[in-house]
């Protein structure tokens, strides 16, 4: 089991649903990440909050929404996604400072209609 | 220009053997962490050994070794004795920045564990 649960692990949706992702860590962890995977692709940065506070965003197109509730929890809300969309989607934690790896979550698998 | 770079697609190594993975990297910071995962197809990301650039020796975890040369810019992957559980995608990973860190990925090398 990982310490970085993430729910749905599946989700189908159509281009016009709104949906939203969700990430949680007990580890006191006080980065959390946002990775988009495609088939047999390298994960890609999305965004990082650092003590919940935004701190990186790839440009990442504004029809996916982060949130960071508090030091546990990590939202990712989607509304009109594209096709292109489809992908595996990684939450991520580590504590905050050099050398320390990331955790990530088993990841949800997201269909686009 | 690509940051970190896996050589190998994909590997068939024999049940038992030892196996090595390939990574370069290029960086003019001084100061930089090297990560090592594996992806079994269910889709999670497994941590296996960090090697920071001041690290004078090798990292190893259990059967998982690190060859660090910081000259040469490589941090190749050494599995000794695989298992058939070992079959997997294995990623190479690079931090960028101190605190919440960026890691920059390659391509990946499928590994697969023959019998």
């Known amino acids: 089991d990982t310490e970085v649960t993430q729910t749905p692990k599946h989700l189908v949706m159509g281009m016009t649903n709104k949906k939203s992702l969700k990430c949680e860590q007990h580890?006191?962890?006080?980065?959390m990440y946002w990775y988009k995977q495609k088939a047999k692709k390298p994960p890609e940065l999305m965004f990082v909050y650092s003590y919940e506070k935004l701190s990186i965003n790839e440009s990442v197109p504004s029809r996916f929404s982060p949130e960071c509730p508090n030091s546990s929890l990590l939202n990712l809300h989607l509304h009109a996604l594209q096709p292109e969309d489809s992908a595996l989607y990684l939450c991520?934690?580590?504590?905050w400072g050099s050398g320390r790896p990331q955790h990530f979550g088993d990841g949800t698998r997201l269909s686009i209609l | 220009a690509q940051k970190i770079t896996q050589t190998q697609p994909g590997m068939f190594v024999q049940e038992k053997e030892a196996v090595t993975l390939d990574c370069t990297y290029d960086?003019?910071?001084?100061?930089?962490?090297l990560f090592w995962y594996k992806q079994p197809s269910s889709g999670e990301m497994i941590f296996l050994i960090y090697?920071?650039?001041?690290?004078?020796q090798n990292a190893t975890e259990g059967r998982y070794s690190l060859n660090f040369q910081k000259a040469r810019k490589s941090a190749n992957l050494v599995i000794s004795a695989s298992q058939l559980g070992d079959s997997a995608m294995y990623f190479c990973a690079m931090r960028e920045g101190l605190g919440a860190q960026k890691l920059v990925f390659g391509q990946g090398t499928r590994l697969t564990i023959n019998p």
């Open positions: 960086t003019s910071d001084q100061s930089y962490g």
């Open positions: 991520a934690s580590s504590p």
């Open positions: 090697q920071g650039s001041y690290d004078e």
């Open positions: 580890m006191g962890h006080r980065a």
